[in-house]
């Protein structure tokens, strides 16, 4: 299995050793073009306006948006503003693909960053969730489901092949995330009846 990370700016390194750790493969992403050969797409932190900047640059986002219309995407913090369908305060969204509506820096002024030991549904009981100027996620559509929240905030959500979370897994060694991911990969592979 091949997964794709956005490779504009962001830990790009520390996704591709979680995606080898759980045994798949990373593939760097810089170009439309290669996101023909990866499975599923990740989408990291870092700052989402100077990455919309680069997407728009590298004629990336008509790309991105038909590849998440059908494949799995795991947005990570600033990768999770690029997913949202609607990000609060602004009239236009990136991607747009996931019905979510979040907004940016909604942690920051209390605390800038900040780790959290985090029930994730499906996933683990204790994730340690590092948040660095995290997003929340403010509201979700039906579809959505919520799998944690922290002080009664959403932090991570799925809707059927895209996840993402406002936290950075790939700054922990815990790669549990990644093989829930992984495992959203292969019931898309296997509902696209495309043999694993
Ligand atoms: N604050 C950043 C943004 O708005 C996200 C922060 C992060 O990815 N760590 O894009």
């Known amino acids: 299995?091949?997964?794709?990370?956005?490779?504009?700016?962001?830990?790009?390194?520390?996704?591709?050793?979680?995606?080898?750790?759980?045994?798949?493969?990373?593939?760097?992403?810089?170009?439309?073009?290669?996101?023909?050969?990866?499975?599923?797409?990740?989408?990291?932190?870092?700052?989402?306006?100077?990455?919309?900047?680069?997407?728009?640059?590298?004629?990336l986002l008509e790309p991105l948006?038909?590849?998440?219309?059908?494949?799995?995407?795991?947005?990570t913090c600033a990768g999770l503003?690029?997913?949202?369908?609607?990000?609060?305060?602004?009239?236009?969204?990136?991607?747009?693909a996931m019905n979510i509506s979040v907004s940016r820096n909604s942690f920051g002024r209390q605390v800038d960053s900040f780790e959290a030991s985090l029930p994730i549904e499906n996933v683990a009981a204790d994730f340690p969730a590092v948040f660095i100027r995290a997003p929340k996620i403010e509201a979700v559509s039906e579809g959505v489901k919520v799998l944690a929240k922290i002080n009664g905030e959403i932090v991570c959500a799925q809707e059927g092949h895209l996840l993402g979370c406002s936290f950075h897994p790939e700054l922990t060694t815990d790669v549990r995330l990644m093989e829930h991911f992984k495992q959203m990969i292969a019931t898309s592979l296997l509902e696209r009846n495309i043999s694993v």
């Open 1 to 59: 299995m091949k997964i794709g990370v956005l490779a504009l700016q962001g830990a790009v390194a520390e996704h591709a050793a979680a995606i080898k750790a759980v045994d798949a493969q990373p593939v760097i992403i810089k170009h439309a073009e290669e996101l023909a050969e990866i499975d599923g797409l990740l989408l990291p932190g870092g700052e989402s306006t100077a990455m919309r900047k680069l997407i728009d640059f590298l004629d």
């Open 65 to 75: 948006q038909k590849f998440a219309a059908v494949k799995p995407v795991f947005g």
């Open 81 to 96: 503003i690029l997913l949202a369908k609607q990000i609060e305060g602004q009239d236009d969204a990136h991607i747009g």
